[in-house]
């Protein structure tokens, strides 16, 4: 049996012909305990070398520490959302080459290293790096480091994030299934009233105005909040057959976010047309507008813009409709 030293200097104990002197560094949290030890030929050597281990330790017991042992202490104590918490996970995964390596021994050029081997760009290697921002304030609070060389670490920059409209010929395709389709009428909708897929579920049955051929609704900004979306003819008989088949007492769409998005990739992916996220429903409305020559006042009024050059970033036209464009010149 091992004999305690008191106050947590150690433990010398035999170990089949030899003695070991065994000191604790710290336990994870899962109650792992980390140690460091020394296999000595006689129990005098073992005692002088635990006295030895000790006086290392002293200056900082968590100099071994390895950023899979942080990242075990520092896991349970973060206050994140499911999402933010797979996250974070997947990006730990990306980090492998780390997981073993003492966080005492690195710097800048080591963790650059290991943020560039990340897979994928700016995104993925922003998350990964977040992972080991909070695995370094805690080796900074702790004394494992001096100095945060994280902070010297460059990412990548920001790709610029791709913008598009559903074309005419897309959208011809999802009239053809108005009538069956619930999350075909979402699309059109969104495309002929220039709405956010958020201002789409919050729109209330009693602000629809079909005998005027408007609605009430929209979010976000003062611009934006409570304006007058006109409807086209081609759009009531959508909006009345919206309104028969919701669910929902008082709301047009009466569907959660989650299952929103759920239900329209699934649609657009079943009946064969790319997937453009929800919010580019609001680009092919301006798109399709520019293209119709309605006036810029007259957009910028219905999507709910402060200023027009915020509109015109929802604006992809096509080559062909400025060819035909010039055209009439």
């Known amino acids: 049996m091992p004999k305690m030293r008191g106050n947590g200097q150690g433990s010398v104990y035999k170990e089949g012909n030899k003695w070991r002197a065994v000191v604790t560094l710290y336990y994870t949290a899962t109650g792992q305990r980390k140690t460091r030890s020394k296999i000595c030929r006689t129990k005098k050597e073992a005692l002088a070398a635990l006295v030895s281990l000790n006086a290392n330790g002293t200056q900082n017991e968590y100099a071994a520490m390895t950023f899979a042992d942080v990242w075990d202490v520092v896991l349970p104590g973060l206050d994140l959302s499911p999402g933010k918490l797979q996250e974070y996970k997947r990006a730990w995964e990306r980090l492998g080459q780390l997981h073993l390596v003492r966080i005492a021994d690195q710097r800048t050029a080591d963790l650059q290293r290991a943020i560039d081997a990340v897979p994928g760009g700016y995104h993925t290697k922003k998350a990964a790096k977040n992972v080991l921002g909070h695995i370094y304030h805690y080796a900074l609070v702790n004394d494992i480091v001096a100095k945060n060389y994280l902070s010297f670490v460059v990412l990548p920059a920001a790709a610029k994030p791709l913008e598009d409209a559903f074309t005419d010929e897309e959208l011809t395709v999802v009239w053809d299934y108005v009538r069956t389709d ?100 609001r680009h092919t409305f301006a798109t399709r507008s520019a293209e119709a020559e309605i ?30 464009s010039v055209n009439k010149l």
């Open 295 to 324: 006036a810029p006042a007259i957009i910028q009024s219905i999507m709910g813009h402060k200023k027009y050059q915020t509109t015109l970033g929802y604006t992809h036209i096509r080559t062909d409709k400025k060819v035909e």
């Open 182 to 281: 619930e999350e075909a009428r979402w699309i059109i909708i969104m495309a002929y009233c220039g709405l956010r897929p958020g201002e789409l579920r919050q729109i209330k049955k009693s602000d629809i105005h079909l005998k005027e051929q408007y609605m009430i609704g929209g979010i976000k900004t003062e611009e934006g909040r409570n304006r007058t979306i006109p409807l086209a003819d081609r759009l009531l008989p959508v909006i009345q057959r919206q309104i028969a088949c919701s669910a929902s007492f008082q709301l047009l769409v009466s569907c959660g976010s989650k299952l929103f998005y759920e239900r329209y990739h699934a649609f657009l992916s079943r009946i064969g047309i790319r997937y453009l996220p929800p919010r580019f429903c």
